[in-house]
């Protein structure tokens, strides 16, 4: 990301490879390149790749009650928005 690599692989002897993973950074939304390269062969491949927003949930635990009822709430976050 921002021409930092992220992550690394190593492909069969056809050039190959399956499984490769990478932890993309806390980077502002938009559209990014990945760019791989090849050692042996000098080939460079080129793949875009969107990173969203983060839209936190909530969810009530009931969707109807009366006074003096109680309501929980569950939700999830990520730690990526805790800048």
């Known amino acids: 990301m921002r021409g930092q690599m992220i992550g690394q692989t190593t492909a069969d002897g056809s050039g ?17 390149q990945l760019h791989a390269f090849g ?4 080939a460079t491949a080129v793949e875009y790749f ?3 927003d983060f839209f936190p949930q909530v969810t009530p635990s009931v969707y109807y009650l ?15 928005c805790r800048n």
């Open 39 to 42: 050692l042996s062969s000098n």
């Open 50 to 52: 969107y990173v969203g």
């Open 16 to 32: 190959a490879f399956a499984g490769a993973a990478a932890t993309v950074p806390n980077v502002p939304i938009g559209t990014y």
């Open 66 to 80: 009366l006074p003096a009822d109680v309501i929980d709430f569950s939700g999830i976050e990520s730690s990526a």
